[in-house]
């Protein structure tokens, strides 16, 4: 003992051993999904690819263009997606101080889904149904924010009430438009229960920027998050403007999670199970919580859709159909949970 304190934000052991296990975790579930696949490709020889970026590896031009622009774009979505859906649930967590806050709080997952739908029925063809979705995810947001601003008392109360409220009657809507053209429900529900299907790397290119944008700014304020967890006054006190850092976080992680719906469609859990199984094991900071939900997040969904299309192949399953599978045990766990804490 040199009975030299340790700085508040000096990384410990746990931490550091937390981010490696995250990256060695992500490599793998990269490479486990780059195999995974109807035509076998040889393992060494696609580890060598990848970690030359294809400057090296004796692969035929068949492999090569099933590993480049079959299975890469799909792990790289799936990655994306994964990362943007557990850093927002992170967020969304921190935000609102609820171990239950998901991505889909504010009315994005219906206002995705209302949208799509629409673009289906309208049959303006696939490549603007990711576009429906964004928008109709956009503007349910919107109408929560500026419903949730009409509403008196605390801004995140009121929040999550006028989401519950948008997300009904846009889910309502959806409901009325899909029994109105019935010959669409199997592609409807094909979008909505969540899908990784890429042509090429056109869904990665249109989804990245936003999630980059998203997870950074929730990043930046990840020691603001911190702060708020000691609740409103406090953190004013402090100097730390409340309203504004609520804001900005809850702006980026949905924008970012909108952008995700679109390409992906509905992937639920994910915001639930990787922050909250983080937390279990590296405590409650959100400067760690949050690169480690990217982290996780990219591992977890490009694991779940080795499963998907592992577990009934030669189909396969909606990849929302196993994060559900996986994810409605470890809810009601964080439910229980939460209620003995209480």
């Not at 030669?314 to 045990?329: D, M």
Request: no cysteine; aromatic share 6%; proline share 5%.
């Amino acid at each position: 003992m040199n009975g030299r304190p340790r700085r508040p934000d000096t990384p410990t052991r746990l931490t550091v051993g937390a981010f490696v296990a995250g990256a060695v975790t992500l490599i793998a579930a990269v490479i486990i999904a780059v195999l995974t696949g109807p035509v076998r490709l040889p393992a060494g020889q696609v580890v060598t690819w990848l970690a030359t970026f294809g400057a090296s590896g004796d692969l035929t031009a068949r492999q090569t263009d099933i590993l480049a622009v079959v299975r890469l774009p799909r792990v790289a979505l799936g990655a994306i997606v994964g990362a943007t859906l557990a850093t927002a649930g992170a967020a969304y967590q921190g935000v609102f101080r609820n171990p239950l806050a998901d991505p889909y709080l504010l009315g994005v997952a219906a206002g995705g889904g209302l949208g799509a739908t629409v673009a289906i029925v309208a049959g303006v063809g696939g490549a603007l149904v990711p576009l429906g979705a964004f928008l109709g995810a956009v503007i349910g947001v919107l109408a929560t924010y500026s419903l949730g601003r009409t509403v008196g008392g605390r801004t995140d109360t009121s929040l999550i009430l006028a989401g519950v409220a948008v997300a009904s009657f846009l889910t309502a809507f959806q409901t009325y438009v899909q029994q109105r053209h019935a010959d669409t429900l199997r592609e409807v529900y094909a979008w909505i229960l969540g899908r990784l299907s890429t042509t090429g790397w056109h869904e990665v290119l249109l989804v990245l920027p936003y999630a980059a944008v998203g997870i950074f700014v929730v990043l930046l304020h990840r020691r603001m998050l911190d702060v708020l967890a000691v609740g409103d006054e406090e953190a004013t006190t402090l100097g730390v403007p409340v309203q504004r850092v609520r804001l900005l976080v809850v702006g980026a992680a949905t924008l970012a999670t909108a952008a995700a719906v679109a390409v992906s469609g509905l992937i639920g859990f994910v915001g639930i199970i990787v922050p909250h199984a983080i937390r279990l094991v590296t405590g409650a900071s959100y400067r760690v919580i949050l690169p480690l939900s990217a982290l996780f997040g990219a591992a977890f969904l490009v694991l779940a859709d080795v499963a998907a299309r592992s577990l009934a192949s030669p189909a396969e399953l909606p990849i929302g159909v196993v994060t559900a599978f996986l994810g409605a045990p470890f809810f009601l766990v964080v439910l229980r949970t939460s209620r003995g804490v209480r």
